[in-house]
């Protein structure tokens, strides 16, 4: 029986036995197709571009990014300083990312040692909101020196994340424009850095293509899992913010993260993704008063407490901070029932403890002295009892 044709067009073959099979019966038809060829960049080839770009800002260098930081050429797009921009290829005039609007860019970043940390050929997000909405499955996950590295290039292993440096940049840039993006510590990974392939307080220099832009997606039914897991995605992403002390940042991904456990569902829960669904929402709430009190707004703060209590009458962690709440507006008779309330339900809190005694001392002053107003911290660190919060202010 005749093999496949060598350019691997399909012919037709007879069957066992010799008979022909087909309109054609014993005629044999071969079709070939002309080759066609796309040019597509290799991933060696953008590494080694972007290589030859690094090298002609002199990276490495034995100043690593410092000189940068004070060079010429660059835009500061923060009052700090700390996260710079250089426009590599100008976009080609289109308006720039709009509030709310879906973007998807390429992405390559690198540590001050050429060490390749971020490559991500298309990545999908809407600036603000603290979650990716599409990863590419051909995200890079290097597990050891790309060929078209330099030799002074170590291995490095990233991992899927987004730093404040792209939420912060890509607003500014237009369709097809590539720029350079320089970001600091806080602007990238923070002062703990991103195990294991980013070392705490490094900074990054990403080279950032926008490759789309377009108007973001309607609020669309979701399952209930789906909702579970993109409201967890955007709490984490707050605490990520709250403990690098941006708390505006966090408040506006903890109110994401509330929308998304709200929003219209595709199907009605199960009674364990109820369950989960109304615990979420009182983590978000709770951090959402932990966020308006670093932001000095202690009304929002009281209103998120009591949002939280109104959807588990009995957390203790919300009793504990709308009992401070209520102590600090001078309502003592609100403040000592709640507190009265939180310590039934953790008798063996210290903070409870010690609240409902300056409370006490304050109803009941020395005579010939007023009442005094007793400083402390709204926000107490959490009772041995309550969930460990990634940081002491209290978001969980």
């Not at 005749?2 to 399909?10: A, C, M």
């Not at 403890?353 to 009941?364: D, G, I, V, Y």
Request: proline share 13%; aromatic share 4%; charged share 25%.
């Amino acid at each position: 029986m005749p093999g496949p044709s060598p350019g691997g067009s399909p012919e037709r073959e007879a069957e066992a036995g010799g008979r022909p099979r087909g309109p054609g019966r014993d005629r044999r038809v071969r079709f070939r197709l002309p080759h066609t060829a796309i040019a597509v960049p290799s991933v060696r080839e953008e590494e080694q571009l972007f290589y030859r770009r690094l090298e002609a800002l002199a990276v490495p260098g034995p100043g690593g990014f410092g000189p940068l930081f004070a060079s010429d050429g660059w835009s500061d797009l923060t009052e700090d300083r700390l996260l710079r921009k250089r426009v590599v290829r100008a976009g080609l005039g289109g308006p720039r990312p709009l509030p709310g609007q879906e973007v998807s860019v390429k992405v390559l970043g690198a540590l001050e040692d050429g060490g390749l940390v971020e490559r991500d050929p298309r990545l999908i997000f809407v600036p603000g909101h603290g979650d990716v909405v599409q990863v590419s499955p051909n995200r890079c996950a290097v597990q050891c020196r790309a060929s078209s590295a330099p030799p002074w290039a170590p291995t490095r292993q990233p991992r899927r994340a987004r730093p404040q440096a792209l939420e912060l940049g890509v607003p500014t840039m237009q369709p097809g424009e590539v720029s350079f993006f320089l970001a600091a510590f806080p602007y990238a990974y923070g002062r703990p850095g991103r195990e294991p392939d980013v070392p705490p307080e490094a900074p990054l220099l990403f080279e950032v293509t926008l490759l789309e832009v377009r108007d973001g997606p309607d609020p669309q039914p979701l399952p209930p899992a789906v909702r579970l897991r993109l409201g967890s995605q955007r709490r984490e992403r707050g605490n990520f913010h709250f403990a690098r002390g941006d708390f505006a940042a966090a408040l506006r991904s903890y109110r994401l993260s509330l929308r998304a456990l709200d929003g219209p569902a595709a199907a009605p829960p199960g009674p364990e993704e109820e369950e989960e669904l109304r615990e979420q929402r009182v983590k978000c709430l709770n951090n959402c008063a932990a966020a308006e009190l670093k932001l000095g707004r202690a009304e929002e703060a009281l209103a998120a407490c009591e949002a939280a209590l109104r959807i588990s009458p009995d957390n203790g962690r919300a009793l504990l901070r709308r009992g401070q709440l209520l102590a600090e507006q001078g309502r003592d008779a609100e403040a000592a029932l709640v507190l009265r309330r939180a310590l039934e339900l953790d008798p063996a809190s210290k903070v409870i403890h010690t609240e409902l005694s300056r409370l006490t001392k304050r109803q009941s002053p020395p005579s010939g002295t007023g009442p005094q107003n007793p400083c402390h911290d709204p926000i107490p660190p959490p009772s041995p009892a309550s969930p460990a919060p990634p940081s002491e202010e209290g978001a969980i």
